[in-house]
Structures are given as structure tokens and as C-alpha cells.
């Protein structure tokens, strides 16, 4: 059973930016797809970005030139960046694990895995 702890949400004011971290235990994440989704009051929860075992990536165009998806496999860890932060960017952060780890998907439902969620608020 893989566990998923994600850090370092915060309150951060526009333009500003942040850097998310999952680590995991239980698993090694070099197994699998690994996504962030984040979820916004009263909206659906929706994937920002993924980063394959080979370490291709996809983006959301909403975050596209501004986020960074990585993995560090020795340390068991996968990272968000964002810069150029936005307030529509405030939400609740979520890293997931897919055991497919040859595709992208974009559906929460694909995911095996999940973090408790990390809070970021950028102030306007």
C-alpha cells in the first residue's frame, strides 16, 4: 500500500510561488504515474499535471509556462512548481499514483492512490 504525504501549501500572494512535494512510502513512485489534481471550493477536482515513469509530462493549458511537474526517484519524491501564481490558483493540492504508469490520464478515477491534500492560497 502506497502512502502519499504532500508539503508545502501556503498563503502566498499573486505572482508569487511555491513548490509541492510528495513524498511516498510503501511503494516506489519510479512505478508509477504520478499526478497532481488540486480541487476548489464547489468545483470539480481537476488534474494540473503528470509526470510518467519516464518522465514525460502533461499540463493543464491553465498552468501551462508556469507550473513545473518532477520526480526525484532516489528520494522517492515528486514535486509541483509554480511560479507566476494566480488567485484562481487558490485550492486544495492533491499528488496521486496510477499504477499504469505508461499512460497520462487526466481522471481522478484512474488513480490508485492518494495524498491527504495540501492547501494553497494566493492572495490577490
Known amino acids: 500500500q502506497v502512502r502519499l504525504v504532500e508539503s508545502g501549501g501556503g498563503l502566498v500572494q499573486a505572482g508569487g510561488s511555491l513548490r509541492l512535494s510528495c513524498a511516498a512510502s510503501?511503494?516506489?513512485?519510479?512505478?508509477?504515474?504520478m499526478g497532481w489534481f488540486r480541487q476548489a471550493p464547489g468545483k470539480e477536482r481537476e488534474c494540473v499535471a503528470a509526470?510518467?515513469?519516464?518522465?514525460?509530462?502533461y499540463y493543464a493549458d491553465s498552468v501551462k509556462g508556469r507550473f513545473t511537474v518532477s520526480r526525484d526517484n532516489a528520494k522517492n519524491t515528486v514535486y509541483l512548481q509554480m511560479n507566476s501564481l494566480k488567485a484562481e490558483d487558490t485550492a486544495v493540492y492533491y499528488c496521486?499514483?496510477?499504477?499504469?504508469?505508461?499512460?497520462?490520464?487526466?481522471?481522478?478515477?484512474?488513480?490508485?492512490?492518494w495524498g491527504q491534500g495540501t492547501q494553497v492560497t494566493v492572495s490577490s
Open positions: 510503501g511503494g516506489t513512485l519510479s512505478r508509477y504515474t
Open positions: 496521486a499514483a496510477d499504477e499504469n504508469r505508461v499512460r497520462f490520464s487526466t481522471n481522478a478515477r484512474s488513480y490508485d492512490y
Open positions: 509526470i510518467t515513469w519516464s518522465s514525460s509530462t
